[in-house]
């Protein structure tokens, strides 16, 4: 994967991957610059609900998988809590188990 | 003999039930529960909804949730009753209260933190209706601000 397609996703990586990435790019990282932080924290949300499909929405991309937090940037607790919501909310079809 | 919980319970009917099938639905659903002496919280008709997939080649489908307390032995007769039911085409049957005690503790750390280090700061432990105003315009100076820490790092 290069370097441009890590920061377009927002992809965190390393500690290490982040400085080589960083100094490579140098002004370009404002412009691809990704806020990495957790909605779940900054929003202060902190039951994830099941039955709340507009949450958990933007976790769920175009195929239907449960987006790694490498991509979304949730933390931890947040995103054990957020797989629990989407695998309870596929029993009751809510959510797509798969779309292709 | 056992200690009340909380559940939430979705069931799905096909969308052409009527009125008078899905009454008589929740009534047995209130009488399991009666019988167990738990009590309906809540019952939410969400109404049609689209189904993310199909089951039983329905797309759509009547969704009602029921939030109940009671004893965790009513969960097996209520999910033993709901698969026999044909009306019913999917159920689920979640305990919340723990999660949702887990939140109200996380949200009284978090408020009674904010208190502590308000006060060590030697401010009133709530904020001002002016503070709050004034901060809600830093915090968007600061999104600024974050941009360029992450930049120079």
Known sequence: MSDFDREGRGGRGGAGGKGAAGEKAGGRRTFFRRRRVCKFCVEKIDYISYKDVKLLAPFIPERGKIQPRRISGVCATHQRALQTAIKRARQIALVPYVTD | ?153
């Open chain 2, 1 to 153: 003999m056992s200690t009340v919980r909380q559940y939430e319970l979705v069931y799905i009917t096909p969308p052409e039930i009527t009125e008078e099938a899905l009454a008589d639905l929740h009534q047995q659903v209130v009488a399991v529960v009666g019988r167990f002496g738990g009590t309906i919280e809540k019952t939410e008709n969400w109404g049609r909804r689209k189904l993310a997939y199909e089951i039983n080649h329905q797309r759509e489908g009547v969704y009602v949730l029921e939030v109940i307390n009671g004893p965790g032995a009513m969960l097996a007769e209520l999910d033993r009753r709901l698969r026999v039911i044909d009306q019913v085409v999917r159920h689920m049957l979640v305990r919340v209260d723990e999660d949702l005690a887990k939140a109200d503790r996380a949200r009284a750390r978090r408020k009674s933190a904010m208190a502590a280090r308000r006060v060590r700061r030697g401010l009133p432990p709530e904020p001002t209706e002016t503070e709050l105003h004034r901060r809600r315009e830093e915090d968007d100076d600061l999104e600024g601000g974050d941009t360029f820490r992450g930049g120079d790092r």
